[in-house]
């Protein structure tokens, strides 16, 4: 492997390791913030997600402004001007009823996993092979295109160039500037007013370096390590895979992860998404190990294995279907101001609160019955 690959996929690991650590030791899970939020309005949760996307917004957007990075081309394209409104409303709604059902979405269950918990690891293996299967086989092309490819607008159409907040008001570089510190400013407000910095220094730490790092992503992607790695591999017998400006999402990358164990010979697999799950596991490996947060559990139920094979295939495909997740849409899209993830972490937010409240419903019936007999 050439060295400038190998140093672009270096800072990657690094990245997501930082990433990684911190989402295990602030439990950062939109899952869990809703759950919290619905049973107790305790906001904590939430505030740790919102607020990582509000400092994600400030990072990216200075990158792109310092750095002179072009995020109307990424991967996936977040701004493109086909608004694939019901792959973002079809895939992010099963995404969150399947997010329910498995108890996490994919970050979530990889720190789960390094945690000792089996559930979860069963997830991610179903959430791979779900993903494997809409990315490296036929079954997109043949089950969800025919249908989905027409659910959607191009933009172009109405002269919107592409679908960030700014574009589509007609704005400029100062209008997108103003867009993007407004919703900042608005999470980090939400944020603060449900965990004030006092007595919550190490959740504010991980907000910090989660929002950061996926602006920095951008820049390792799309500047000068990116370009570098791209010019290497353009020299290849067998070109690098996965190259082009991104930042982190789990949504083909977990279908990359078993496509490179099928291939393991071949250097070319090692692509961003393989080293960002390979990284975040090891992070929170590493912060789990060290506070001492690990223990095995395993569920004995048959219907809890049931529940999490069809919730984790849920994900896996929704995932594919809406070109991002919890934090493919949730963070890094979000970040680049595009509608299309504003949107589909609405999708993702409703499934998972009617499968919250269909839980919930069921709980109490089953207590009910118990207590009446």
């Given at each position: ?305 049931l529940r999490t094979i069809v919730g984790a295939t ?44 269909i839980d919930r419903r069921s709980s109490n019936n ?8």
């Amino acid at each position: 492997m050439d060295p400038e690959i190998s140093q672009y996929l270096l800072y990657v690991l690094v990245l997501s390791v930082v990433f990684g650590a911190a989402a295990q030791f602030s439990r950062f899970c939109l899952l869990g913030g809703m759950s919290s939020y619905m049973s107790s309005r305790d906001g904590g949760r939430m505030a740790v997600y919102l607020g990582a996307i509000g400092v994600a917004i400030v990072a990216t957007t200075l990158v792109q402004w310092i750095a002179g990075l072009d995020l109307d081309q990424t991967r996936p394209p977040y701004r493109s001007p086909d608004f694939a409104w019901g792959r973002y409303l079809i895939g992010g709604f099963m995404f969150g009823v399947g997010m329910v059902l498995a108890r996490g979405c994919p970050v979530r269950s990889l720190v789960k996993t390094s945690q000792g918990n089996v559930q979860a690891l069963v997830a991610i293996v179903v959430m791979a092979i779900a993903a494997y299967a809409m990315t490296r086989t036929s079954l997109f092309q043949t089950a969800f295109l025919p249908w989905v490819g027409g659910l959607s607008v191009d933009l172009t159409a109405f002269g919107i160039p592409h679908q960030d907040l700014a574009a589509l008001v007609g704005g400029g570089t100062l209008v997108y500037l103003l867009v993007a510190a407004l919703l900042a400013a608005a999470l980090l407000f939400v944020s603060w007013r449900w965990l004030p910095l006092r007595g919550n220094g190490l959740a504010w730490l991980a907000i910090l370096l989660m929002g950061a790092v996926v602006g920095a992503a951008f820049w390792v992607t799309g500047g000068a390590p990116g370009q570098a790695a791209d010019m290497a591999s353009m020299m290849q017998n067998s070109p690098q895979e996965g190259l082009g400006t991104q930042s982190f999402t789990f949504s083909a990358p977990l279908g990359d992860v078993v496509y490179f164990l099928q291939n393991m010979t071949s250097p070319s697999t090692i692509t961003f998404g393989v080293v960002a799950v390979a990284g975040v596991f090891l992070g929170s490996l590493v912060s789990a190990l060290a506070r001492r947060d690990v223990r095995f559990s395993i569920p004995m139920s048959v219907r809890e294995w049931l529940r999490t094979i069809v919730g984790a295939t849920l994900v896996g495909v929704g995932s594919v279907l809406a070109m991002g997740c919890t934090v493919g849409h949730g963070l890094t899209g979000f970040s680049t101001l595009a509608l299309g993830s504003i949107l589909s972490l609405a999708a993702i937010m409703l499934g998972a609160w009617v499968m919250l409240r269909i839980d919930r419903r069921s709980s109490n019936n089953a207590a009910s019955a118990g207590c009446s007999g």
